[in-house]
């Protein structure tokens, strides 16, 4: 360890910073990374003097370990594997510079140049900087990295997502981010690995900052200028200098305060990916359509379309989020922008050449598309020109019709039904949808997402129970649903599982649910084996929520439940989050929740005044509890040796606290008092609480000052007073 002195600001003021040297690491460690990065779980049987000699290559250093290890990834057999690892081991790698060499080795191995051209344009763009997938693969095209071989049946797209997915099997890609799908977002590089980006790419003098050229006059900045193929403009500068880069292809403006575009930007002819989204542009220039090889443009959500957006015959990816402000319909003629793959929204139209007619000749669509004001389509005939059914590669889909319509008919359900999408479908999303009745062919089988959102006057849900895929359903303000009955489960006669995959269920307000109805007890099925997340909110008029979790003759009423019986169940619950708040009708809490020992998160309140809170003695590996609006703290508090984070809401006059003890692993307390000055002093357990990092206490208004126990609480970095 190593204290080092710096000096910063205007008032030279001293700092102190503590480095901490890192050993290297143990070769048994680097060993375990090798394999993990190679093999993941299924290991072969590698020869010890091969291990031995690879474990000296390594250094002690991961980042040596990942990269060689992408480089032994991709054999296809044993043989193979046996030849790459003993090619490895022959390889003489220097002691000095060791990561930097290894780094080179791996780039000059990849098996193309295009493949290497990819990775040295990351160099273009600062370290740490975000890489998401989709932008950088679109601007390998845009560059012209990408080409597709003759008679191929695949896109550039395609290629490109390959070659991103093999950099990153390399190592050469880290700190990886998904969305919630699983689906790789974007990544960072090391910086390491940034540098030899930097070293070997042939456009090393051309990555000087924008905001030093502006200093120089001289003809080799200008020609530096002229060259220039891609600018990644994060503050104001001056768009006269931006257009001195006659051969730009891509141009990446992301400052919110650029809020123009001028007309020059049409003498950027070679551009091929145009990035906005970032700033605040609201009109672009009618010289837009000039980019005749634009391929890409994303736009801010307060961007007006161009209306002679048509012109850009060669665009690929057009991204945009709709906003009120935006035309209320398409540019015209959408239809002959044949090369679209990317449309976030279509926002249908009343005019000739701006109804939903458009989407249908569109048939390479793909990835995320949502479909607005859809009550100007007319009838189930006109809906079924837009050809979603043809369109499979279309993975999200948004169906919206507007909150306040002018009128509102009955054609929803028939145009709905003209919109159905192609099987291979991903995500459904429905909004304000006012028909009766949810068409079950919409739901199709690889269905992994739905979310019904305010379809106010749908008096029964769909069935889905049958879905194989369905891995999260999301329902909200279905304000004429009454009850979730058989319908919901499907036709469990003929299943044996129903909602098989279902992992997250989230019911939010729903103003006139009243019952959930149990499977009928006949049949002998398995309902939600492998759900995750059950989230009840605002469900003002619900009384009950029943035993999901049992098979036929496993669900009994509360008083014969017992620990045995429940433990004894085939399909025992997974449950790890438990929300029920605000349903104020609700007459009693579900049988299953004391026994439910996989709970890890649980948020109860605002119930009926005659509930009590369920005995936690059996939920052992709660983490976060959260309680509100009830008399009494809960019983088996004590045996929460997990709990780290617990929020007490209510009236805390009569509370026993001794339940508090021992809370040994608890971090963070919220402790909020509902009746006024009916406390006046904090109690005394806190100071029992030996791992307690933060503490906030609100509406203690009966307390005049703070017990001088409470400098006991040594653990405690923050206490918060409201």
Not at 4 to 31: A, N, T, Y
Not at 420 to 449: C, S, Y
Request: aromatic share 8%.
């Amino acid at each position: 360890m190593e204290r080092v002195e710096g000096m910063f600001g205007k008032d030279q003021s001293k700092c102190w910073k503590c480095i901490h040297h890192l050993r290297q690491l143990p070769d048994d460690d680097c060993w375990a990374l090798f394999q993990k990065c190679v093999f993941g779980s299924d290991i072969p049987i590698i020869p010890d003097v091969i291990r031995g000699q690879l474990v000296k290559k390594f250094g002690g250093i991961p980042l040596v370990v990942k990269v060689l290890g992408g480089m032994v990834k991709s054999y296809k057999n044993d043989e193979e594997l046996q030849s790459t690892l003993e090619n490895l081991v022959r390889i003489e790698l220097p002691k000095e510079d060791l990561i930097l060499f290894t780094i080179k080795l791996s780039v000059d191995r990849l098996p193309s140049s295009s493949l290497k051209q990819c990775f040295a344009y990351c160099s273009n763009f600062p370290p740490d900087f975000h890489f998401y997938k989709e932008a950088l693969v679109r601007m390998w095209i845009a560059q012209g990295f990408i080409q597709l071989p003759n008679g191929s049946n695949v896109t550039m797209e395609d290629i490109g997502e390959k070659y991103f997915d093999m950099l990153l099997s390399r190592s050469l890609f880290q700190d990886v981010e998904k969305d919630y799908r699983g689906k790789i977002e974007y990544c960072k590089m090391h910086d390491h690995i940034h540098e030899v980006a930097c070293a070997i790419s042939n456009d090393k003098n051309l990555r000087e900052d924008l905001v030093t050229d502006e200093k120089y006059e001289g003809g080799e900045v200008l020609s530096i200028r002229q060259r220039r193929r891609t600018v990644y403009c994060c503050e104001n500068v001056s768009f006269d200098m931006i257009t001195n880069f006659i051969y730009l292809r891509v141009l990446i403006m992301d400052h919110v305060f650029i809020t123009e575009l001028p007309d020059t930007i049409g003498k950027l002819k070679h551009l091929r990916y145009l990035d906005i989204s970032g700033c605040g542009i609201s009109n672009l220039p009618e010289s837009i359509v000039l980019l005749y090889h634009l391929q890409t443009l994303k736009l801010d959500e307060c961007t007006k379309l161009p209306t002679e957006l048509t012109k850009l015959v060669n665009l690929r990816h057009l991204e945009f989020d709709w906003y009120d402000i935006n035309p209320k319909q398409m540019p015209k003629h959408l239809s002959r922008m044949t090369e679209l793959q990317t449309l976030s929204s279509f926002i249908v139209g009343c005019d000739d050449g701006c109804k939903i007619e458009e989407l249908g000749p569109l048939k390479n669509l793909k990835g995320d598309l949502s479909l607005l004001y859809l009550e100007r389509v007319k009838s189930k005939e006109e809906a079924m020109t837009a050809n979603l059914v043809e369109k499979e590669n279309i993975s999200q889909l948004c169906l919206k019709w507007s909150i306040e319509r002018e009128e509102c008919n009955d054609s929803d359900l028939n145009v709905l039904e003209g919109l159905q999408p192609h099987k291979n479908l991903r995500q459904l999303r429905i909004q304000n949808f006012a028909g009766e009745l949810l068409p079950n062919g919409i739901f199709v089988d690889n269905l992994v997402e739905i979310h019904l959102f305010e379809c106010t006057k749908c008096e029964t849900l769909p069935m889905l129970g049958q879905l194989s895929k369905l891995k999260a359903l999301q329902i909200s303000k279905l304000s004429a649903l009454k009850s979730i009955g058989d319908e919901f489960y499907g036709n469990y006669r003929d299943s044996r599982t129903l909602f098989p995959k279902l992992k997250a269920f989230h019911i939010w307000f729903m103003d006139s649910l009243e019952q959930w109805e149990e499977v009928d007890t006949l049949t002998n099925c398995t309902t939600f084996p492998h759900l995750e997340s059950l989230i009840i909110r605002y469900c003002l008029k619900l009384t009950n929520i029943p035993n999901i979790f049992a098979t036929h003759g496993q669900r009994l009423e509360v008083d014969t439940m017992n620990a045995r019986l429940f433990s004894s169940f085939q399909s025992p619950p997974k449950l790890r989050s438990l929300h029920i708040t605000n349903c104020t009708s609700l007459i009693k809490l579900p049988n299953w929740l004391e026994f439910c020992s996989s709970l890890e998160d649980l948020e109860i309140d605002n119930f009926c005044d005659d509930i009590s809170l369920p005995n936690l003695q059996n939920l052992r590996n709660l983490s976060t509890l959260e309680i509100k609006k009830f008399e009494n703290l809960p019983k088996g508090l004590r045996g929460m040796h997990n709990l780290k984070k617990l929020v007490v809401e209510g009236p805390m006059k009569d509370y026993d606290w001794s339940r508090f003890v021992p809370l040994n692993s608890l971090e963070e307390l919220v402790l909020s008092e509902t009746r006024t000055n009916s406390l006046t002093q904090l109690p005394r357990q806190l100071e029992l609480l030996p791992a307690l990092k933060y503490l906030y206490i609100e509406n203690f208004d009966g307390v005049e000052s703070l017990p001088e126990w409470l400098g006991n609480v040594i653990s405690l970095e923050t206490l918060s007073l409201h």
